[in-house]
């Protein structure tokens, strides 16, 4: 197994990068996925560290553990309450003409035998906030900034195409999944505040799938 870059590490809290393809869980088929690192990522701790939030297979980036029980209820009320600042970096499979701006459309499930299950946009859906800008523009694709208020699932890559109007390059569900191997989302930076303590501050290099693209690492605005 590959050796998973740790970002940040306190005595209660690691942020490694998260390598695309990697599952949080288990995979129903078998297969590497977190829980196989886990006991390396103890670093001298006597539990195992558990995950705070999600990343989809796919994403790469920024994955924030807790090191025991108390830390990961606190962390988990930090991201319930909004209070976590969270920066991705994704790909858009085409040009988009505006630098910035606020997509807000709430998200709903439906499945299907055909399809399987997908997130909409939906009125009756649970409220979705996501703040983009642009920040490089390549032939026909976009690279695109975005930081979402709230973490609904599949957020991001719901309101990349119904927002901005295109899918994000290599998204096998709200695109043609061509393009790339894998959907091009990133979690780039993730920012958890801690009362009376420093943050938890860490920043997750560009992938190189994306450096291949012709894109750089972008400067981090607060």
């Known amino acids: 197994m590959i050796t998973l870059p740790i970002l940040f590490e306190d005595g209660e809290a ?46 790469s980036g920024c994955l ?17 309450a ?17 630098d910035e701006g606020t997509i807000a459309l709430n998200l709903s499930k439906i499945s299907s035998a055909e399809k399987g299950w997908r997130m909409i946009p939906a009125r ?18 976009t690279l695109v900034e975005f930081r979402p ?7 991001i890559r719901v309101h990349a195409l119904a927002g901005l109007g295109a899918a994000l390059l290599g998204d096998p569900i709200y695109g043609t999944g061509g393009g790339a191997r894998r959907t091009m989302l990133h979690a780039a930076a993730l920012t958890v505040p801690r009362e009376g ?8 290099p560009l992938p190189a799938d994306f450096a291949a693209l012709g894109f750089t690492c972008p400067q981090q605005t607060p």
């Open 149 to 155: 208020e709230t973490g609904r699932t599949h957020q």
């Open 64 to 80: 924030l553990l807790a090191r025991h029980a108390k830390a990961h209820k606190r962390f988990a009320a930090a991201f319930e």
């Open 124 to 141: 009756a859906g649970k409220p979705a906030v996501t703040h983009w800008r642009v920040v490089e523009r390549k032939d026909d694709l």
């Open 14 to 59: 690691l942020v490694i990068d998260k390598p695309a393809g990697l599952p949080i869980d288990r995979p129903r088929a078998g297969g590497t996925s977190l829980e196989n690192y886990l006991d390396a990522l103890r670093l001298g701790f006597q539990r195992l560290p558990l995950a705070v939030h999600r990343l989809d297979q796919d994403t």
């Open 82 to 98: 909004r209070q976590v600042e969270k920066v991705y970096l994704g790909i858009v499979a085409a040009p988009v003409a505006e």
């Open 197 to 204: 303590k420093p943050p938890i501050a860490a920043t997750a």
